[in-house]
C-alpha cells in the first residue's frame, strides 16, 4: 500500500498568518491518464471530513481561495494564506492513484 | 441539497455481523459510486472500499484490512448503500462514515458517521 506521510503532524498560527503542511506519498501518484489524484479534507472538531482540493490544486466547490494546493510526483502541499478561525481542525491528504486508497495520518491545526 | 445519512452503529460482540445502511438524497444516486470510510476512536481516517455505479457493472474495491470480511452493496431503487461487516474484530470499533464519490478522489458528500463498538 502506498504510505502518505504528512509533516508536521502539528501547527500552531496566529489568526490572519499563513500555514502551510506537507504531504509525502511513499510512490509517484501519477495516474496512467497522466493525472494525480491527490486530495485534500478537513475534519473540524466533531464533524466528518469534508473535501477541499482535488487532482492537486482544484478546489471544491465553496472552498475559500485562502486555500491552495501544489505538488506533483511525490510531493504536495496545502497552503493557507491567511488563517481563520474556522480553519482549526485536522488536515488530511488522501491518494486515489492507486488501490487501495490511503490518507495521511493527519495534521492538527491550531490558533495561537 | 446532497445529503448522506448512516444507520445500524451499534454495539456489537467479537466475531459477530453487522449492516450499516447508508440513506442518500438530493442527487441522481444510480450514477455515482458510494465509498466507506472510518475512524478509530481518537485516530485518523481509513478508507475502506466503494462500490461503482450501475454504469461501471457495481464493481467494487476494499482495502486489504477488511476485503473478504466486509462486502459494500447498493439498493438504487431506494438510494441505499450497505456496508456488510462479518467476522468483528475489536479494532473494527469506530465511527464509519458513507460518502458519495464521484471518482478519482472527489469523496464529496459525507454523511455524519455511524458508531460501531465491537467488544464482549
Known amino acids: 500500500d502506498i504510505v502518505m506521510t504528512q509533516t508536521p503532524l502539528s501547527l500552531s498560527v496566529t489568526l490572519g498568518q499563513p500555514a502551510s503542511i506537507s504531504c509525502r506519498s511513499s510512490?509517484?501518484?501519477?495516474?496512467?491518464?497522466?493525472?494525480?489524484?491527490l486530495s485534500w479534507f478537513l475534519q473540524r472538531p466533531g464533524q466528518p471530513p469534508r473535501l477541499l482540493i482535488h487532482?492537486?490544486?482544484n478546489l471544491f466547490s465553496g472552498v475559500p481561495d485562502r486555500f491552495s494546493g501544489s505538488g506533483a510526483g511525490t510531493d504536495f502541499t496545502l497552503k493557507i494564506s491567511s488563517v481563520e478561525t474556522e480553519d482549526v481542525g485536522v488536515y488530511y491528504c488522501?491518494?486515489?492513484?492507486?488501490?487501495?486508497?490511503?490518507f495521511g495520518q493527519g495534521t492538527k491545526l491550531e490558533i495561537k | 441539497e446532497v445529503q448522506v445519512v448512516e444507520s445500524g452503529g451499534s454495539v456489537v460482540q467479537p466475531g459477530r455481523s453487522l449492516r450499516l445502511a447508508c440513506s442518500a438524497s438530493?442527487?441522481?444516486?444510480?450514477?455515482?459510486?458510494m465509498s466507506w470510510i472510518r475512524q478509530a476512536p481518537g485516530k485518523g481516517l481509513e478508507w475502506l472500499g466503494f462500490?461503482?455505479?450501475?454504469?461501471?457493472?457495481?464493481?467494487?474495491e476494499y482495502a486489504a484490512s477488511v476485503r473478504g470480511r466486509f462486502t459494500v452493496s447498493r439498493d438504487d431503487s431506494k438510494s441505499l448503500a450497505f456496508l456488510e461487516m462479518n467476522s468483528l474484530k475489536t479494532e473494527d470499533t469506530g465511527i464509519y462514515f458513507c460518502?458519495?464519490?464521484?471518482?478519482?478522489?472527489?469523496?464529496?458528500?459525507w454523511g455524519q458517521g455511524t458508531l460501531v463498538t465491537v467488544s464482549s
Open positions: 460518502a458519495r464519490y464521484s471518482g478519482f478522489g472527489l469523496i464529496d458528500y
Open positions: 438530493g442527487f441522481n444516486f444510480g450514477t455515482y459510486a
Open positions: 462500490i461503482r455505479s450501475k454504469t461501471w457493472g457495481e464493481t467494487t
Open positions: 510512490q509517484r501518484l501519477v495516474y496512467t491518464d497522466g493525472n494525480t489524484y
Open positions: 487532482k492537486i490544486s
Open positions: 488522501m491518494q486515489a492513484t492507486h488501490f487501495p486508497y490511503t
